[in-house]
């Protein structure tokens, strides 16, 4: 039997029938990446869900072990070795627990399915130059993201005597799986066919089969591809069980950046140290300036404090009021004019970095302004100094982490990019300046509810 296109697409249904409403962006200053493990907590429905758990030992090109995972309405826990993997699609969390180590590290499943689109697009690119090594079959087996672009690989399936179900490509046989007697509910179906496309490299209608059969493999058995290397996983059941899952997180556990780049770790050490102000703060700056005839740094502060508090409203001295005291300064003129939409890039760029700033003590918004266009001119080396420059003066600008999200984006590194995002989403003003980020979250989910 022969999977079509269209018996494919009506196949994968199933796999995103679950898929929720829209979210509203959540609060992420309790479960964002800086969030405590007590945040996350109080960020659940409920620490305690009814789950069913499985054990599977899996063999392949790492030491056979079995695998533990616990499959809730919204969340999926697996652990390895003391070592949980959380896929949290209630928050949109992938959170990775060394319970051995007694740490956490929590990330943005945005960032994570950003980078798989963004991988499958790299990948369709290549093929299309006519790239070996990109077959569209391996690619949507391990990234799981199908697009109209590449089309559905046309599979083979046939249907074995002893029940079990094999799937072949191109030739060989690729996958197959044999269903246990442990039937699932339509629900408790959709969810373990999430799961696989959380963790397996399985083709996602190979897993539209498996949700379509209602049970749970007995033995799964896959290929996956390495360069010229070809290894076969075996996935075998061991133990089936309805449970009250726990969250992991429900006892502290200190979050720890262990792993992340150094620059970012850096950052972050930044954003702990560097000095909180208040609205209030910067208006006793903006008249100390003012005061000793300084307009140009009065302006620097009142843009400063304006991305940050939004359009300050009398009695406090309004920005524009600002600026007209400063247009006696060619700089005011300058920095104004790199605002508009329609400023060349390099032009800016040059006029802003041989600005004279000795008579300045602030040039938070300089710097972050400055990262922000080179970022936009793709000359990501120079904008990440000057970035965090920015960042050191004042953590409290939500344009800064918004920069350094499309620079880390732009570099390949989507889950660091997301780190950002949510960073800056946290800060007050941060929900406007990262709307777009909030808007392609939505797209993302609209174009594959079955990822999320």
Request: hydrophobic fraction near 45%; charged fraction near 25%.
């Amino acid at each position: 039997m022969r999977i079509s296109g269209a018996m494919a697409a009506l196949a994968l249904a199933c796999c995103a029938a679950h898929a929720a409403p829209l979210k509203q962006p959540p609060d992420f200053n309790q479960v964002g990446p800086l969030a405590s493990s007590a945040s996350l907590v109080a960020a659940q429905k409920s620490v305690q869900q009814d789950a069913f758990e499985l054990g599977y030992r899996i063999e392949g090109d790492r030491d056979a072990e079995t695998d533990l995972v616990d499959i809730g309405a919204d969340v999926a826990m697996l652990t390895r070795d003391r070592r949980i993997s959380i896929f949290d699609h209630g928050l949109e969390r992938f959170i990775d627990l060394d319970d051995a180590a007694h740490k956490f590290r929590n990330d943005s499943w945005y960032g994570v399915i950003d980078a798989r689109i963004r991988a499958t697009a790299g990948a369709s690119a290549a093929r299309n130059m006519k790239q070996a090594g990109f077959d569209a079959f391996w690619v949507q087996s391990e990234l799981h993201v199908m697009t109209a672009e590449d089309g559905v690989p046309e599979m083979v399936r046939r249907d074995s005597k002893d029940g079990s179900v094999h799937f072949f490509y191109g030739g060989p046989e690729v996958a197959n799986y044999a269903p246990s007697e442990h039937r699932l509910s339509a629900q408790e179906a959709q969810r373990f066919g999430r799961f696989l496309l959380d963790y397996s490299a399985l083709h996602p209608r190979i897993i539209a089969d498996i949700v379509a059969s209602g049970a749970v493999p007995a033995r799964l058995s896959y290929l996956t591809q390495a360069g010229d290397k070809t290894v076969d996983t075996v996935w075998t059941l061991q133990s089936f069980a309805a449970v009250k899952a726990v969250y992991p997180l429900a006892r502290p556990v200190p979050v720890d950046h262990t792993g992340r780049p150094e620059l970012v770790i850096a950052m972050l050490g930044s954003i702990a140290a560097a000095p909180k102000r208040s609205a209030e703060d910067f208006e006793a700056s903006i008249a100390k300036a003012l005061t000793a005839h300084r307009a140009f740094q009065a302006l620097l502060l009142a843009l400063e404090r304006d991305a940050q508090y939004g359009p300050c409203k009398t009695p406090c001295r309004m920005t524009k009021g600002v600026e007209a005291a400063a247009k006696r300064d060619p700089r005011a003129a300058t920095l104004m004019g790199s605002f508009a939409d329609n400023a060349a890039l390099d032009t800016a760029i040059d006029a802003l970095k041989a600005m004279k700033r000795d008579d300045l003590t602030d040039t938070a918004m300089l710097d972050a302004h400055l990262g922000h266009l080179l970022v936009q001119a793709g000359r990501i080396d120079e904008a990440l100094p000057v970035l965090s420059t920015a960042l050191r003066a004042d953590a409290g600008l939500p344009g800064v982490y918004r920069s350094l999200g499309d620079a880390f984006r732009g570099s390949g590194d989507s889950v660091n990019a997301w780190l950002f995002y949510d960073l800056g989403r946290a800060l007050p003003g941060g929900a406007e300046a990262l709307s777009g980020v909030t808007a392609y979250e939505a797209t993302m989910v609209k174009a594959h509810p079955e990822l999320f």
